[in-house]
């Protein structure tokens, strides 16, 4: 199942779940006299500004107002939300239970309290079981549980800070999974909250879970051979071989400690795995350097094999942008990949995809420390069937 992290359409869904509130007694049961502390109408529709007509508001100044307004309404919606004493969901369909939901909802996910709401909201999840479809109602369903049962992370609600501009995505699927949500699946993350949200492949089972997926070759119906904005953006997609963009690895691993997990699968459908406790992607402008220390696992660790080939500490190199230190051309150029090449390498793991054994020079997914890579006897090569590599942050 495809599972997506709420959008909510920020602020649109945000002034929806106001009117839901405050004007639609049949959903939200609410004090008698139909008004919160704070007054729910002032949140509904926004102040009115008097100004000098001779003063032109610049798109710039609109913006800054509407941002520095925004914690206050959030702040009135939050007290609003603490003086409802129960939910009552209407006799239909299940849309109106659904609005409600979203109502809800909003006032959770734009930073206040995640449990201010946990009884009610658990309550709502429990009727919108008998009346939810089997697409995007049941991820909904699925944030929400894991919301509604994960423990309180301190006993003083906190005030919503965040504008509905904002993105309200997880960083990484460590964050998802700290949530509660440990299905497999293809979730919606946001490293870096001033770059657009993606899709991302999240392992929630291995090892503990919590895993962000960035690499994944099983076919080769996706070129790897790839210039470097490709590779810094990212190509193909969750479903498919993918590369998530040096862009994002970088935001992934931009703070704290990361940890890098390799599993590499051979055509015999044997398994094995090279991990690093320490990983880092540097930015664009030191050339997105690979830091993969503290080996262990069964894989061998081809990253730090000689000093010729050292992968640990060097630059990305594409065929388009030539990094590397081989002095006579271009590593990247002449195996066919981007990679964190050195002079030029004992590993490559976005190399050309071949079934089984090939011949030529060492273009295939390569890891030289496990296999036994070449048949000296025929001069085949041997090329990996699958490899992923994914990241999330070390525990402790």
């Known amino acids: 199942m495809c599972v997506r992290v709420v959008p909510l359409l920020l602020l649109g869904a945000y002034m929806l779940c106001v009117r839901v509130l405050c004007q639609r007694d049949i959903l939200v049961a609410g004090p008698s006299n139909g008004r919160c502390e704070g007054s729910c109408s002032a949140t509904a529709s926004p102040p009115k500004i008097h100004q000098d007509s001779r003063v032109k508001k610049t798109p710039e100044s609109r913006k800054n107002t509407q941002v520095s307004d925004t914690p206050e309404r959030l702040i009135q919606l939050q007290r609003c939300m603490l003086q409802h ?6 006799q239909g369909d299940g849309s109106d239970s659904l609005v409600a939901f979203l109502a809800l909802m909003a006032a959770v996910l734009t930073e206040c309290d995640l449990h201010c709401h946990s009884q009610r909201l658990r309550e709502m999840a429990t009727r ?6 089997k697409n995007g109602e049941k ?3 699925l944030l929400l549980k894991s919301i509604t049962h994960s423990k ?10 965040v504008p509905p ?14 949530l509660g949500i440990k299905e497999n699946g293809i979730y919606t ?58 862009a994002v690895l970088y935001a992934l691993t ?56 050292n992968h640990d500490g060097r630059a990305f190199s594409t065929y388009d942008r030539d990094h590397d230190r081989y002095a006579a051309g271009n590593c990247a150029r002449y195996y066919g990949a981007g990679w964190w090449f ?55």
């Open 152 to 161: 309180p992370t301190g006993l003083k609600p906190r005030t919503p800070t």
């Open 342 to 396: 050195d002079s030029c390498l004992a590993a490559n793991l976005n190399g050309r995809y071949y079934h089984r054994r090939y011949t030529g020079i060492t273009d295939g997914i390569y890891w030289g420390t496990w296999y036994i890579l070449t048949d000296y006897r025929t001069g085949e090569r041997y090329s990996f069937k699958s490899v992923e590599m994914k990241t999330r942050p070390r525990r402790s």
């Open 254 to 309: 931009a703070n704290g400690h990361h940890t890098l997990c390799i599993t590499l699968q051979d055509w015999h459908e044997q398994t094995r795995h090279a991990n690093y406790n320490n990983f880092k992607v540097a930015g664009e402008n030191q050339r997105f350097r690979l830091t993969a220390r503290d080996y262990h696992g069964d894989a061998g660790n081809a990253f730090s094999y000689s000093k010729q080939y």
């Open 128 to 133: 919108l079981e008998s009346v939810v479809g």
């Open 165 to 178: 501009s904002a993105g309200l995505y997880p960083q990484d699927c460590h964050e998802i999974y700290q």
């Open 85 to 90: 004493e129960s939910v009552v969901v209407s």
């Open 189 to 246: 993350i946001q490293p870096d909250p001033k770059r657009p949200a993606l899709e991302a492949v999240c392992d929630m089972v291995s090892a503990g879970g919590g895993w962000t997926v960035f690499q994944r070759r099983f076919d080769g119906q996706t070129d790897f051979n790839r210039t470097w904005q490709e590779y810094r953006d990212g190509f193909g997609s969750p479903q498919t071989e993918h590369w998530l963009g040096n």
């Open 139 to 141: 991820d909904l369903l």
